[in-house]
């Protein structure tokens, strides 16, 4: 579990850095940018202590890939992939955290729409 939650907590602080380097691009992909990063801290803090409450303490968080943040689409687009590879993979015991990674994926997809279409 510590690659997902990696990932997860790699594409809120990547929306935090694309969302304050977004200050002089539209205003609609800064705002976006920032729901987008809000929404997953709640959420991934539910996630990791429903999961840690299930199992036990995960650590080895921050170990992050290299990102190249001058395409938020491209790089929500991988990672909503990312996300829905690894809850079919990995809910089939544990059909409770589906709802984490639905949220997770409607607040991408979302935040996807409002980058590709919203100026």
Known sequence: MTDIFNKL???????RIMHTLAVNKKQSEHEALEDFYTGMTKTLDEFIEIYQGQYDIVDGFGVFTKVDTSDPIAYFKAFALIVAEFKAENTISNSHFESLYDDILIMTYKLLYKLRFLN
């Open 9 to 15: 907590y790699e594409a809120q602080e990547i929306a």
